[in-house]
Structure formats: C-alpha cells, structure tokens
C-alpha cells in the first residue's frame, strides 16, 4: 500500500513565524502535491513538483513556497504565516505525468493532511 | 473558465437504498474522471477512475458512469450502508492530455441512516 505521511496532525502558530509542512511517501512516485481544502471552497492545488528539484505553481501559491531534495520528501514553506492561511493542508502523491501512449492516467494518494491554525 | 459542480447539500438516504451523487463539469474535454471518498478530518481517498470512452465502470456496490456529451458523471452506491456516510468527491485532469493535475468538486457529503 501506499503510504504519505504528513509531519504534523495539528499545528498552531504565529502570525509572522515561519511555518515548515513536510510530506514523506513510500512509493517512489514522481509527481508530489499540495493542497489546502476550506469549507466551501473545497481542494485546492498550491504547488506541484514532478521530480526532484522541480516545482510548478498551482492556483494558490501566494504566500507560499515548496522544496523537494529528495523524490520521496516535498515540504511546504509557509514564509510568513498570515490568519488566512489556517487551513486543512494536505499532501498528495501520484504516479508520473508524462508524456505519449504508454502514460496512463493514475490516481492520487493522499496524506492524512495537517490543520494549521494560525493566531 | 473550467468549473465542476457537484451538488453541495448533503444527501440523506435509508440503508439499503441506492445513492446516486451528481458532478457536472463545463469548459473541460477531460480524458478521464476520478471518484474519492473523504471523511471527516482525513484525506481523500480514491475510489474509481473512469476514461472518456468508458460509458460505466464498477466496483463491488459502486458504479460510475461518464457522459461526455452532457459533460456528467453518475455515482451510484447500490445497497448502501451507513458506513458508506463520507463526503465523495469527483475530479478531472485540468488537461486535455494527461496534465497529472486535477481539480476537485467541492464533494456531495452522504449520510446513510439506518
């Protein structure tokens, strides 16, 4: 099974402080996302990496920034965190986009997300 | 600009009836439709995919059907259970191609009663 693990279930932080979000999963899958879901305004796709030291802005990357080092780890950065970033945040990996007739469409795996709340 | 739509009041049913959840989409040609479950503080978790040129694909009680020229997908959840109760939500590939990006529905949440 796949597994994505996400750093924290729930984190409460300050406006202003530097907020760190780290995804971990198991099964060697290039493409890694992040989403925030509101109530409302369902998911939501931050930013996207499709392989190492890759990244793509999402609809939503303002205020925001991502790193991948490693194929299995992608981090969110939270530069300063601001009250209308608390939110669920969550993690998703999935197989290789690619291009051409082999590639087929996969699904997404999710972590089991973050609530961050932010005073 | 591309939207989906599913329908956001919840929708209660008996156990052992059949749920039929609704997603309609505009502005896309998606090569394909995903179907997930969420429940409450977790993350979603994937049900069925079904391909342009595929009319219903099933899976034990599920049944999924695509219309590409209504530009609608049918979930149906056949003798249901009140453990079936989640949120469900569909998504589509924002590309024509294989992208790898979705975009989700704002879910249909489902209670079962029994």
């Known amino acids: 099974d796949v597994k994505v693990t996400q750093s924290s279930r729930y984190l409460v932080k300050r406006t202003g402080e530097k907020v760190f979000l780290e995804c971990v999963q198991d099964?060697?899958?290039?493409?890694m996302f992040w989403y925030r879901q509101d109530p409302g305004l369902g998911l939501r796709l931050i930013y996207f990496?499709?392989?190492?030291?890759?990244?793509e802005k999402g609809d939503i990357p303002e205020g925001y920034s991502v790193s991948r080092e490693k194929k299995e780890r992608f981090s969110l950065i939270l530069e300063s965190a601001s009250t209308n970033q608390t939110s669920m945040y969550l993690c998703?990996?999935?197989?290789?986009?690619?291009?051409?007739?082999?590639?087929?469409?996969?699904?997404?795996?999710f972590g089991p997300g973050t609530r961050l709340t932010v005073t | 600009s591309q939207k989906i739509e599913q329908n956001s009041e919840a929708l209660n049913i008996q156990e052992g009836k059949t749920a039929t959840l609704t997603c309609n989409y505009t502005?896309?040609?998606?090569?394909?439709l995903q179907w997930y479950r969420q429940d409450p503080g977790r993350g979603p978790v994937f049900l069925l995919l079904?391909?342009?040129?595929?009319k219903e694909k099933r899976k034990e009680r599920l049944k999924v059907t695509f219309d590409t020229t209504l530009k609608q997908s049918l979930f149906h959840i056949t003798a249901s259970q009140p453990a079936d109760s989640a949120t469900y939500l569909c998504?589509?590939?924002?590309?024509?191609?294989?992208?790898?990006?979705?975009?989700f529905g704002q879910g249909t949440t489902l209670q079962v009663k029994p």
């Open positions: 099964m060697d899958h290039e493409n």
């Open positions: 079904i391909r342009e040129n595929e």
């Open positions: 998703a990996t999935g197989g290789s986009s690619g291009r051409g007739p082999r590639v087929r469409p996969y699904e997404q795996y």
């Open positions: 990496s499709y392989d190492v030291k890759m990244k």
């Open positions: 502005n896309y040609s998606p090569a394909y």
């Open positions: 998504a589509l590939d924002r590309g024509s191609s294989n992208t790898g990006k979705l975009i």
